[in-house]
């Protein structure tokens, strides 16, 4: 075989997934990222690099469905790694699948190297400063959990008339993104695959109906302030667990996980209701049948919000590493994508 050229770009990255939803973590091949914040970072990447998300997100050596972890210097000096997360349509805020995730990838490929059963990771987010705990078993990483950041309930009992479905009531909540959540079952929608498409179709009216109709702040960061996705509500297909999430975000993503910055805005709301006392986990479906649990730890105040400090907990896998290139004379060098 011949040699790559040695001007072409090269970027290597680790396959894995938490729960079916897939994460690519990028581990080489980015040109320098300028910024002392992870906030910064995001938007000189979105300003400056963006060809690169499309070159990794879309065909053909992504999907419509894929997702990214591009590992970044952390803004915190006792902090071990920083992360820009990336999609279909742009870079979320947080990801709880994607720390999951990339926390088997980087301690079970050695890239960052602590030893002992018990193990923490302090990871800055563009959403803040996210924990992470894993047991090792055999020398590799089991369960795995992170402490989110302070998630709260934004709006309660919203309405909005849309088009084609009606009347719709909902909820937004803050997990590390911003969610509106609506009753499945009001809406008809049988939460598994074989409804995959009007999941989509319905979502997205959703998102797009309320971001037009809502103004969203974050208490403290403009870059937070938007609606990211919708999370469809229904009920758990195993008795064993207290229900299902489905979340349709960015350009008609389906996350395949239970969504664990959605599982955190789901405990927000179930907390303040009344529904779940401090330590009580709830196990939480995918689309399908994959399970987050979730647990609030303590109550915080966050800006003008009560707020909790949600735990995530759920396992992850590696299925394997990957070496894209990037051939100049390639009219499709920077891809295309179908939803």
Do not use: Q
């Not at 599982?263 to 401090?278: E, P």
């Not at 649990?293 to 909790?308: M, N, Q, T, Y």
């Amino acid at each position: 075989m011949k040699k790559i050229p040695e001007d072409w770009i090269r970027i290597k990255t680790i396959e894995s997934h938490a729960a079916g939803e897939p994460l690519r973590v990028i581990v080489e091949g980015y040109p320098e990222i300028k910024g002392k914040t992870i906030l910064e970072k995001r938007r000189y990447v979105k300003e400056n690099l963006d060809n690169f998300r499309k070159i990794l997100m879309f065909e053909p050596r992504g999907h419509a469905d894929m997702y990214g972890a591009l590992l970044v210097e952390p803004e915190r000096e006792d902090s071990d790694i920083g992360v820009i997360f990336m999609h279909n349509e742009g870079y979320s805020t947080m990801c709880g699948h994607g720390i999951i995730a990339m926390t088997k990838v980087l301690l079970d490929m050695g890239i960052i190297e602590k030893n002992g059963d018990s193990v923490e990771l302090k990871i800055d987010t563009p959403a803040g400063l996210v924990i992470s705990r894993t047991e090792r078993k055999n020398g590799r990483v089991d369960k795995i959990s992170f402490v989110n950041v302070p998630s709260f309930v934004y709006l309660k009992d919203g309405k909005t008339e849309v088009e084609g479905l009606g009347s719709v009531e909902y909820d937004i909540a803050f997990g590390g993104a911003f969610y509106a959540f609506v009753d499945a079952n009001k809406l008809g929608l049988e939460l598994n695959p074989e409804e995959y498409n009007k999941i989509i179709e319905f979502g997205k009216k959703i998102k797009n109906k309320i971001a037009s109709e809502v103004k969203i702040e974050h208490p403290f960061s403009e870059d937070l302030g938007f609606l990211y996705g919708t999370i469809f509500v229904g009920k758990a297909k195993n008795p064993e667990n207290h229900s299902r999430n489905v979340c349709v975000f960015a350009e008609g993503e389906v996350d395949r996980s239970p969504t664990g910055t959605g599982v955190s805005a789901r405990a927000s709301i179930h907390y303040f209701k009344g529904d779940i006392k401090l330590g009580e986990e709830l196990k939480i479906e995918s689309i399908i049948g994959t399970v987050f649990s979730v647990k609030p730890l303590r109550e915080v105040k966050f800006g003008d919000f009560k707020a909790i400090i949600p735990e995530v907990s759920a396992k992850a896998y590696i299925t394997g590493e990957s070496e894209f290139f990037l051939d100049p004379d390639d009219p499709l060098k920077e891809g295309f994508i179908f939803r």
